[in-house]
């Protein structure tokens, strides 16, 4: 069994909360409903990303037998065959498709396809082409996002949609980075690497975090947030600005983030800024009463 938990990733699960956003910061997570529809959104998305990542495992299986982690996986391993995995595949798409079915929702069924199919083509063939490879990445964080929304029924604003894409990208470009590192020490090319070097990788996540710091202040020194929220959200931006640096920190001094979810769950430092991040939403959107 907890082989089978490792080939469709639950760990992974947790980016699947980006579901919970709309509900989160439209002030309406206590709101069972919502809250329920926005829980059906979290398992359609966790039951379709596990079945890309038996694909993805399915695909990569000799690739994953040189790479000094990724050759302990359940397929590359032999340790789950690969009729059981094509088996347990379809029976999460089947899962996925009897939600969607029973709740009756057409965009998120249009959303979640669109994620499927995208994500099959990544791992056949669109992995291979250097930045449209993480740009999908990003893409996936969003379609999180709008079924998020459109589970609920809230709408999701221009500066969740930017934030958002650009965070993934980050994270994106961030694996990017560990893997072409971990290539280079192992003296193994990959053709997925092919579009990229160190100096690009450099640059580019400079980029990408420097727009994100910049559209998180405009974010909240916008006059239509700080009425929603509060004149305090501005003092958030110590926590993003300390996250951003020990990211880069993580990915510059130390090289680890080719895998940012197992950096999130490893890092306590990360872990109490984002702890204190959401805290300190929590306490804006949920306990200010207008004050």
């Known amino acids: 069994m907890l082989n089978y938990l490792k080939l469709i990733r639950v760990n992974q699960w947790v980016k699947n909360l980006f579901v919970f956003l709309p509900v989160f910061f439209s002030g309406n997570l206590f709101e069972i409903n ?9 398992l359609i998305f966790s039951f379709v990303a596990s079945s890309i990542y038996i ?11 040189r790479h000094p982690e990724k050759k302990n996986r359940p397929l590359a391993s032999g340790k ?16 996925t498709i009897s939600l969607i079915y029973f709740l009756g929702n057409k965009q998120v069924a249009f959303l979640v396809a669109i994620y499927f ?53 980050i994270l994106a470009l961030g694996k990017r980075r560990g893997e072409l590192i971990n290539a280079d020490l192992q003296g193994v090319t990959r053709k997925s690497l092919d579009g990229y070097n160190l100096n690009f990788l450099n640059s580019a996540l400079a980029i990408t975090c ?9 974010f909240i020194l916008s006059p239509d947030t700080q009425t929603k929220f509060h004149h305090y959200i501005i003092y958030t931006f110590v926590f993003v ?12 001094v130390y090289s680890r983030t080719e895998s940012p979810t197992k950096l999130i769950f490893k890092d306590h430092f990360l872990q109490i800024l984002i702890m204190l991040w959401g805290i300190s939403y929590v306490l804006l959107i949920y306990f200010n009463h207008g004050k």
């Open 80 to 95: 789950i065959s690969k009729n059981n995995a094509l088996i347990l595949f379809f029976v999460l798409v089947i899962v």
């Open 117 to 169: 199919f995208m994500n099959l083509a990544y791992s056949f063939k669109l992995k291979q082409i250097a930045i449209l490879d993480v740009m999908i990445i990003a893409f996936g964080f969003l379609l999180r996002v709008f079924v998020g929304g459109y589970m609920t029924g809230i709408l999701v604003t221009d500066w969740t949609i930017l934030l958002v894409f650009d965070l993934a990208l």
């Open 210 to 218: 420097t727009v994100a710091v910049i559209c998180y202040m405009m």
């Open 241 to 252: 600005f300390a996250a951003v640096l020990r990211y880069l920190q993580q990915t510059f």
């Open 34 to 42: 919502l809250f329920i529809e926005s829980f059906y959104g979290f």
């Open 55 to 65: 694909i993805n495992d399915y695909v990569d299986i000799d690739k994953d037998k």
